[in-house]
């Protein structure tokens, strides 16, 4: 698919059955999030996403405010953003820095 003149690739349902199950891949992924991790960067291409307008109420017509935005971004910002989220959760509960109300059930 093309998108504002990028190439854009639509990922298929399965294609988390595949990032996961092929493990050659995950020393890459690894050695990519590292750096980022680093160097406090992250490739340009992996903070895209798709943008599309959701119509909240049909009687409402085409109004304005009538629209949310969902983005869409890739798997693997995803897979990032979820292991620094595991992380800081981590810290925070190794560390007794997380109210008892924030630790969910």
Request: hydrophobic share 35%; glycine share 4%; charged share 25%.
């Amino acid at each position: 698919m093309v998108y504002k003149g990028q190439t854009v690739l639509i990922m298929k349902d399965n294609t988390r059955y595949w990032i996961k199950n092929i493990k050659s891949t995950h020393p890459i992924h690894a050695a990519m999030f590292n750096e980022s991790l680093i160097s406090g960067t992250v490739p340009e291409w992996l903070t895209k996403g798709q943008t599309v307008l959701i119509m909240k109420d049909k009687t409402k017509g085409t109004e304005v405010t009538n629209y949310r935005l969902i983005t869409c971004l890739s798997l693997m910002w995803k897979l990032f953003t979820s292991i620094i989220s595991e992380e800081i959760y981590a810290h925070l509960d190794r560390n007794d820095l997380l109210p008892e109300e924030q630790k969910g059930c």
